[in-house]
Structure formats: C-alpha cells, structure tokens
C-alpha cells in the first residue's frame, strides 16, 4: 500500500499567489516525522520543513507552511507569495519511529510551476 | 562545510555493464543512505549504513547491487550487470545521528541503453 501519495503531479501557480501542494499519509506508527523536500532543475533535494505527529502546531519556516490534519492524514505543504524561484519537484515523506534506521518513505512528487 | 557529493553526476553505460557510484557524505555524519529514483515514481530507500556497518538493506532490488562503506567515510554503489530497469536517479543522504534530518547530495543520473 503507498504510504505516502501525492495527488498532483503537476501544479500552476502565477507569481505572488499562494499555492498548496497536497500529501496524505498512511501509518499505524503513533509516532512519526512529515518532510517536504524541494528538488530544483539542478538535481539537488533540499530540505524545507517538518512536522512532528505529536506537534501542536503546524510548522511554518518563512514563506512555507505545513497544514498538517492528523486526523484527515494530511500534510499539505503551503507556499505562500510564489517566486519564480519555488519552481521545482517538491516531494513529502515520512519517517516512522518505529524505523530506528530512520529511512524516509516518499511520494511521487509533484512538480510546480511558477508563471510570471 | 562541505556538503553531500556524489559523483559521477551523470553516467551512461550500455546494458551488461558495471557501473559504480560515490558518494562522500557530510564530515561526521555516521548515518549514511542510498535511496533512488526510477523515472516518474517515487524516490524508494535502498540501504542504510552506520559507519561501515549495514543496518538496514531492505530496498536493495536484488544482488546485481552491491553497497560498501570501507572505514566508514565514503561509500560505493555498483551495480553489475546494470540492467534497462537500473536507470534513474541515485541520490545519497547522510546525517549525524539516526532521525535527524538527512541531508542529500545532488545524485548520480544513470542511463543504461
């Protein structure tokens, strides 16, 4: 069973607007880790934010936000005010603690594209 | 601080070949992961090390892969005889202690004819 889809493999935003990238989750773990990572043109993955299963809040870090909805398994990542620059694969993942290796678990990934 | 290398960046071989892969993680980091993309899917796990000891090789796809860590710095993927379905992105992660954020190189774009 895919433990993490993504729903959207491609998007359209115009610059400056806000855009939501979706991610559901499956996991009988009662504890685990949300990732988004971004991969540009250039190949590298990089890190953009985290989310806790047992946080109170859902993360934000600059102009991404994590709408996270335990209950819908939900982890949607949220960037607001679009750069050219945002235009890239983002990719979700999780990391269950009952892996004590830590390996991440992705989604297919979704690619964005900013339109000036 | 340097970060995740990898290298090559690109390869292209013909099928039957063998083809290593380097990746170099971040000074320190004693956690060491290969993961890969097969195009259009998801990036799936292939192994993990703890220094120069494997930990977990669940997602290795079978013994035409072999994975090596010698003194627990840099580490080596081959694959031999590379096969059509081998082709992909292989991306290498590292981080300093199990469950803390992995940092990832830019990974090797293989093709195999």
């Known amino acids: 069973a895919q433990k993490i889809t993504q729903t959207q493999p491609g998007m359209f935003v115009q610059e400056k607007e806000a855009v939501t990238l979706d991610c559901t989750y499956d996991?009988?773990?009662?504890?685990?880790?949300l990732f988004w990572y971004k991969q540009p043109s250039s190949g590298e993955m990089i890190f953009l934010i985290y989310q806790g299963s047992y946080d109170q809040q859902n993360a934000t870090e600059g102009r991404y936000s994590l709408n996270f909805q335990k209950a819908r398994k939900s982890a949607n990542l949220v960037i607001s005010a679009s750069q050219l620059g945002d235009s890239a694969m983002y990719f979700c993942?999780?990391?269950?603690?009952?892996?004590?290796?830590?390996?991440?678990?992705f989604g297919q990934g979704t690619e964005l594209s900013v339109k000036p | 601080e340097a970060g995740v290398t990898q290298f090559p960046s690109h390869s292209v071989i013909e099928k039957g070949q063998t083809v290593t892969l380097r990746c170099d993680p971040i000074?320190?980091?004693?956690?060491l992961y290969w993961y890969r993309r097969v195009m259009g899917k998801e990036i799936k796990f292939l192994l993990h090390f703890v220094k120069e000891s494997k930990q977990d090789e669940s997602g290795m796809p079978n013994n035409r892969f072999l994975a090596e860590r010698t003194g627990g710095t840099y580490s080596t993927l081959k694959v031999q005889p590379a096969e059509l379905e081998d082709s992909g992105v292989y991306f290498c992660a590292s981080s300093q202690v199990r469950g803390d954020e992995q940092f990832f190189g830019p990974g090797t774009r293989l093709t195999v004819l």
């Open positions: 000074s320190g980091h004693d956690n």
């Open positions: 993942a999780m990391r269950e603690a009952h892996d004590l290796g830590g390996k991440l678990i």
């Open positions: 996991t009988s773990d009662p504890s685990y880790g």
